[in-house]
Structure formats: C-alpha cells, structure tokens
C-alpha cells in the first residue's frame, strides 16, 4: 500500500529558531501535498495543500511566511516552521494524494512530527 | 460553514462489547466520508471509506453508515478487544474528488480487559 513518511517524528527547538519537516511519499508519486496541524483534544486543521513545482494555497489563518512549504519533487515536500514561538508547538501531520493510480482522490497520512518550541 | 460533530468525546467499555460511535455534519452535500483510527502521538490510519452514494461499508468487525439525507454516519465496532483502544476520527469530503478533508475532533475509545 502507499506509505507516507515524516521525518523527523519529534523535535524540540529553543524558541526563535526554524525547524524543517519533511514528507515523503515512499512508494508513489504525489502531485499533491497537504499539511495538517493538531493540538492535544482537537481536530486536525488543514494549513496549506501544496501542488508539486507551484506555492501552496494556504487556509485562513495560517501564515505563509511563518510556515514555508516546498513541494519540489512529486514525492518530498518541506515545511518550515520559521521563528518557531512556544504556541507554534504542535502535531504536524502531513498527508499525500496519490496521481496514477486507481483511486486518484484517496490520502495517505504520514505518521506526523511532534514539535514542542522551549 | 460546513462542521463535523464527533459524539460522544470519550467512551470507555468493557471489552466484548459492541459499541457505536456517532459522527454529524451539518452539509449533506458530500463527495464522502472516511473514518480513521489515531493511535496516541500517531498518524491516522483508514478504516473506512463512504461515497456519496454508499449507504454502508463493513471491513472486519467494523461497519460504518452513511444517511446524507440526515448528515449523520456512524461506526459500529463489534466485540470490541482492548487493542480497538484509540482515537477515531471522522473526516467528510467536499467539493469532488479534489475537495478537502475535514475533521471532527474524535472520539477517544478506550477497551478495558
């Protein structure tokens, strides 16, 4: 089946720094990248989808220029997080959407990045 | 704005037992909907998936419903065993094959042995 990966699966960062994560598709090609972020009782909220080789389309709310992603190659793409403040700690998660095969509009999830900013 | 409720938040059971967790949304029009599991600090995995046009899809001891015309799915977990224990997340498309996931909040199951 199509496998999702994150990398990497927790991080901790001292406040003002900027923490890189990245999704990968292992096994297909993902023409489209979505990025997700969660806090402890809540829902998953969509951030951004991302389209390999154009920007991301951001939802309501979310910074572009705080969190910066990268869609560069059908199966990577980055988020980063960019003068990361103890709010910005979170659960990312990031999911893929298939291209060529059968079920063109299913999503595979990664298994999400734990950030905690100090 | 289109919403999905998840009822109840948290539900703990006795193991065997069948349980049912409820799912709401407040647009019928969806493309469809998809039930996960999220295991503590994880990723989500799928656990099943409604089209529109679907009334039901059963995968092992799990079925899942879909009445549009209400806005309400459910998921029925039989002879539940402790490792059913998780979060489950109920997700409604929108917009075509193309459209966007939204979440519920969950519901937090735990299995008592």
């Known amino acids: 089946g199509a496998v999702v990966s994150q990398h990497p699966s927790w991080v901790i960062c001292k406040s003002g720094t900027s923490v890189k994560i990245e999704c990968r598709s292992l096994?297909?090609?993902?023409?489209?990248m979505f990025w997700y972020r969660q806090f402890p009782k809540q829902s998953l909220m969509l951030m951004a989808t991302?389209?390999?080789?154009?920007?991301?389309?951001?939802e309501q709310g979310v910074e572009k220029d705080k969190f910066l992603i990268n869609h560069a190659s059908l199966t990577l793409s980055t988020l980063t997080v960019t003068s990361a403040h103890p709010e910005d700690s979170s659960f990312y998660i990031c999911?893929?959407?298939?291209?060529?095969?059968?079920?063109?509009?299913?999503?595979?999830f990664g298994p999400g990045t734990r950030l905690t900013v100090l | 704005k289109q919403e999905v409720t998840q009822i109840p938040a948290a539900l703990s059971v006795p193991e065997g037992e069948n349980l049912v967790l409820n799912c709401s949304f407040t647009?019928?029009?969806?493309?469809?909907l998809q039930w996960f599991r999220q295991d503590p600090g994880k990723g989500l995995t799928s656990l099943l998936l409604i089209q529109s046009s679907q009334r039901e899809q059963t995968s092992g001891r799990l079925n899942a419903s879909l009445d549009k015309s209400s806005g309400r799915s459910t998921l029925y977990i039989a002879a539940s065993q402790p490792g059913d224990s998780a979060t489950y997340l109920c997700a409604v498309k929108y917009g075509g094959s193309q459209g966007n996931l939204i979440f519920g909040k969950g519901t937090k199951l735990s299995v008592k042995p």
């Open positions: 991302s389209n390999e080789g154009s920007k991301a389309t951001y």
């Open positions: 647009d019928s029009a969806i493309y469809n």
């Open positions: 999911s893929a959407r298939a291209s060529g095969l059968v079920h063109t509009d299913t999503q595979y």
């Open positions: 096994d297909f090609q993902a023409t489209t």
